[in-house]
């Protein structure tokens, strides 16, 4: 069912729409699973927004710089192991100590 009109109704249209959305439920799905944010605690002010947009932004990097398919959690561990990797992957050079 859907308030669509005949024309707005197309195969094509239903399809992008479906997709689209479930591409936001697979982040969600990601989201929570990984960084375990329904139990998270912090709900007022503007730190909920900015932890979601860190843990987007981290997603994020980890699909683009490795195969759609890898696993989150995994990654984000190894990361987490490797902070030089990961500075690499954003473009910032490690900082050397003399």
């Not at 959690?73 to 990797?85: F, G, H, I, K």
Request: charged share 25%.
């Amino acid at each position: 069912m859907t308030d669509l009109t005949e024309q707005e109704a197309c195969v094509e249209h239903l399809l992008r729409l479906v997709r689209g959305h479930w591409s936001i439920e697979s982040l969600h799905w990601v989201r929570d699973n990984t960084f375990d944010e329904d139990r998270s605690q912090v709900r007022t002010g503007t730190l909920p927004r900015v932890l979601v947009t860190l843990r987007n932004l981290a997603i994020g990097i980890i699909r683009h710089t490795t195969y759609r398919t890898v696993n989150i959690a995994a990654a984000t561990r190894q990361l987490a192991r490797q902070p030089d990797t990961t500075l690499d992957l954003l473009g910032i050079p490690p900082i050397l100590c003399k």
